[in-house]
């Protein structure tokens, strides 16, 4: 009878948007099933979960960190095989590796982790919240800190490498930082104060340093991307923009006041902001086109075939917009909606509820 309900409710639209949903030649996916993680207590209002599930490379481990501190791997069935308990919230998408998952936790360690057991192979305390997801480089683990700082620890053993930090911008910052990006030698950081820096991979120096985003209250870069040589941020007080990965020379921008998330796939950069999903060429930024989001952005963009996927708050749920149009097909709201990054495998798309219900949905 649940599984019955949250489909039913899951293939429907807002009354508001009935009209204007164009109708679906199929289905876009069906849910098999659904497994409680965290419990919602009494008093609870609005909580978010941010901890977005990720999939290992052979599809036999969903990982997924909740807001009470525990690490869940479950099987591709919903069954558990193991639990781990922080010190904090997780708020971010696991990294997995040769049997390991890396994840960062708001009590300030980088942990890693067997991943057929869960056993703590070793941890590297930062002393600053993690809530981004971590990245692989050259047997480095850098991960950036919810402070403006990124580290870097052997992969192997957890042992400091390197960190670059940047003060603090002063005032209020949009929550959430922006997860590295990495290729062969450098790693990509963006900071609250609109900067963005490409570090050396093995030694953490500095090769450029750009500030990209213009004035105003809020200068947070929540979100970067890497492709064919070119890095896309999106800057929170007014800009999408493109620069070179090379020297960091800006290639163009373009004004988007509010933008927060972005991905490049499919030949396009796809972005978010406060009021409108957009798709940019990535040659020049001219836009393909531009639909209203209905909520508030949270987790990363992910695309899966022909749909982009867009988490967006507590009462918009999980949107699926088509990649080529930018038509909103369907939504998936279990009820208290979808802030977390969803994770995928294949056809199999895990979306991690705000009430901390885990979802298995296959697409068609």
């Not at 998330?261 to 009021?275: I, K, M, Y």
């Not at 999980?318 to 080529?324: D, G, I, P, S, T």
Request: net charge negative.
């Amino acid at each position: 009878m649940v599984l019955a309900a949250l489909a039913a409710l899951a293939l429907s639209a807002a009354p508001a948007e009935i009209g204007r949903m164009p109708a679906a030649p199929r289905e876009i996916f069906r849910i098999a099933w659904m497994k409680q993680l965290a419990a919602t207590e009494f008093g609870d209002y609005q909580v978010l979960e941010l901890g977005g599930p990720g999939v290992d490379a052979t599809g036999q481990y969903v990982v997924v960190g909740t807001r009470d501190g525990w690490l869940h791997a479950l099987r591709p069935d919903g069954a558990i095989a193991w639990e781990f308990q922080a010190g904090g919230p997780f708020r971010a998408t696991p990294l997995f590796e040769a049997g390991t998952v890396y994840t960062g936790n708001h009590d300030g360690k980088l942990y890693a982790l067997e991943l057929r057991t869960g056993a703590v192979r070793w941890s590297y305390d930062a002393r600053e919240q993690l809530g981004t997801s971590p990245k692989l480089v050259n047997g480095l683990v850098v991960v950036a800190s919810l402070q403006d700082t990124v580290f870097a620890v052997d992969a192997a053993t957890g042992a400091w490498k390197w960190h670059h930090r940047r003060d603090l911008r002063e005032g209020f910052t949009v929550q959430g930082a922006a997860s590295v990006r990495t290729d062969a030698t450098t790693v990509y950081a963006a900071y609250s104060d609109g900067t963005v820096t490409a570090l050396e991979a093995a030694t953490g120096q500095v090769r450029w340093e750009q500030h990209l985003a213009p004035s105003g209250a809020y200068q947070d870069i929540d979100s970067i991307a890497i492709d064919d040589g070119r890095l896309f941020a999106a800057a929170y007080s007014g800009a999408i923009l493109a620069v070179d990965t090379a020297t960091g020379k800006t290639l163009w921008s373009q004004p988007y006041a509010g933008a927060s998330r972005l991905v490049v796939a499919q030949g396009a950069v796809l972005a978010v902001t406060n009021t409108e999903v957009v798709s940019l060429s990535p040659r020049d930024g001219r836009p393909n086109w531009k639909v209203p989001l209905r909520g508030a952005p949270s987790g990363t963009l992910v695309v899966v075939g022909r749909w982009l996927l867009v988490p967006s708050g507590i009462e918009n749920g999980l949107q699926f917009f088509e990649v080529a149009s930018g038509r909103l097909m369907r939504v998936l709201d279990p009820g208290s909606g979808v802030s977390a990054t969803p994770g995928v495998f294949g056809r199999r798309v895990y979306a991690l509820s705000n009430a901390g219900n885990l979802l298995a949905l296959d697409l068609d």
